[in-house]
């Protein structure tokens, strides 16, 4: 597709269990973007994938959350033993490598709800 | 709080006005983005601004940024009911990480 696309688009859950969420860059995209979004808020940054790097973890609020990206294209942001408060709206974003242009196109996001 | 400070929180308008949103940040940046988001479309990104520049324009909006002062402002100029839609400023601080603004809530009446 031409675009960013997540998967799914809603997920509910109970509290304690492990959820994956999954992102499809744009085709071609070397940076990969993970953030989160409760009701009425900004985005909280997550983490970002670049190239072959290392990525960039600092924004993962606790060591239930991570997320990998395999052969430089898809990315799976794994939550596990979730907590009621992670419940917010998971966006994933990818951009080309230019670091200082890089515009970010969004998906849809993954609406998580954890009862 | 990864956020930056934006203001106002929210503004209310007629159709035919301008809009004035304001960001400020706390460290240095590489560049500063404005983006859009609405339930239609999603999170879209506007116009981005380099840290040694001054002022941009794309259409009907203005980017300015005074690195000095650490703040920036989007202006939407004979804004439209379409123009509706929650407003974030981006900070690109080094690399590729990004941190967002709380977000302007822009309501434009027809």
């Known amino acids: 597709g031409a675009g960013v696309s997540q998967s799914p688009s809603n997920k509910v859950t109970e509290k304690g269990k492990d959820v994956e969420l999954r992102c499809d860059p744009i085709?071609?995209?070397?940076?990969l973007y993970w953030y989160r979004q409760s009701l009425g808020q900004g985005l909280e940054f997550l983490i970002y994938f670049q190239g072959n790097s290392a990525p960039d973890k600092s924004g993962l609020p606790s060591d239930r959350f991570s997320a990998e990206r395999t052969g430089g294209s898809v990315s799976t942001l794994t939550i596990q033993r979730t907590q009621q408060e992670d419940s917010a709206v998971y966006l994933c974003?990818?951009?080309?490598?230019?670091?200082?242009?890089?515009?970010?196109?969004f998906g849809p996001g993954t609406r998580l709800t954890v009862l | 709080s990864q956020q930056g400070e934006e203001d106002p929180q929210a503004l209310s308008i007629q159709e035919g006005e301008n809009a004035t949103m304001n960001c400020s940040y706390k460290t240095s940046i590489n560049n500063l983005q404005w983006y859009r988001q609405n339930s239609g479309r999603g999170l879209v990104h506007l116009i981005l601004?380099?840290?040694?520049?001054r002022e941009k324009h794309s259409g009907r909006l203005r980017v300015t940024l005074d690195t000095s002062k650490k703040s920036s402002s989007l202006l939407i100029t004979a804004s439209r009911a379409a123009d509706t839609a929650s407003y974030f400023c981006?900070?690109?601080?080094?690399?590729?990480?990004?941190?967002f603004g709380a977000g302007t809530r822009l309501f434009v009446k027809a």
């Open positions: 601004i380099r840290s040694n520049e």
């Open positions: 981006a900070r690109v601080t080094g690399g590729f990480k990004t941190i």
């Open positions: 085709s071609g995209h070397t940076a």
């Open positions: 974003a990818s951009s080309t490598e230019l670091a200082g242009d890089n515009e970010q196109f």
